[in-house]
Each structure stands twice: as C-alpha cells, then as structure tokens.
Nanobody, 120 residues
Framework: QVQLVEAGGGSVQTGDSLRLSCRVS?????MAWFRQVPGKKREGVAV???????TYADSVKGRFTISRDSGGSTFYLQMNSLKPEDTAKYYC?????????????????WGQGTQVTVSS
C-alpha cells in the first residue's frame, strides 16, 4: 500500500511562486498532481513516470514543474507565476502501473490534499 502526504499549500499573491511536496511511503511508478475546486471535477495538472517523462495540463505548461528528490521518496510541484485561477485544493496521486495519464481514473492512491489560494 502506498501512502501519500502533501504539504506546502498556502495563500499567495498573483505572480508568486509556491512549491508543494508529496511524501511517498511505498512505490508507485507513476506520480501526478491534481487539483480540484468545489463543484468541479478533479483536474490533472502534471504527471511524472518511472522514466522521468512528464506531461502537463495546457493551463499550467511553462509555469509548473513536477520533480522528485534523488531518493524518490518525495515529489514536488513547483508552481511559478501563479494566477487566481490556480486556486484549488491540490492532491498528490500515485498509480500502480506506468503511464502519463492525467485522468484521475488511472490513479490508485491519493493524498489528503493541500489548499492553494492565489489572490489578485
């Protein structure tokens, strides 16, 4: 069983940066970040697979970067040039299989989420 714990959310201003972290207990070859606002479906933001390939949602390309530490126990989402529309609860997710999907159905393990609020 894989356990995921997010940290690093907070309240920032437009244009600021924030880095989220996801501590991973266990192994999942594909790791991703999702976000969700109340009343809307969870949206895939970034994914990184076992081969270090990555995929990003169009809305965050060029601004967000998914990475991991050298030991593979912590994943990060570096968020730059934040906008009010980035406001959401952000979730770390892991999948038992390899891939680059941004669909939440692909993922088996989820963290509890961390809130990011960007004000104008």
């Amino acid at each position: 069983q894989v356990q995921l714990v997010e940290a690093g959310g907070g309240s920032v201003q437009t244009g600021d940066s924030l880095r989220l972290s996801c501590r991973v207990s266990g192994y999942a070859p594909t790791m991703a970040w999702f976000r969700q606002v109340p009343g809307k479906k969870r949206e895939g933001v970034a994914v990184r697979n076992h081969a270090a390939s990555t995929t990003y949602a169009d809305s965050v390309k060029g601004r967000f970067t998914i990475s991991r530490d050298s030991g593979g126990s912590t994943f990060y989402l570096q968020m730059n040039s934040l906008k009010p529309e980035d406001t959401a609860k952000y979730y770390c997710a892991g999948a038992r299989v390899r891939g680059l999907s941004l669909s939440e159905d692909f993922y088996d393990f989820w963290g509890q989420g961390t809130q990011v609020t960007v004000s104008s």
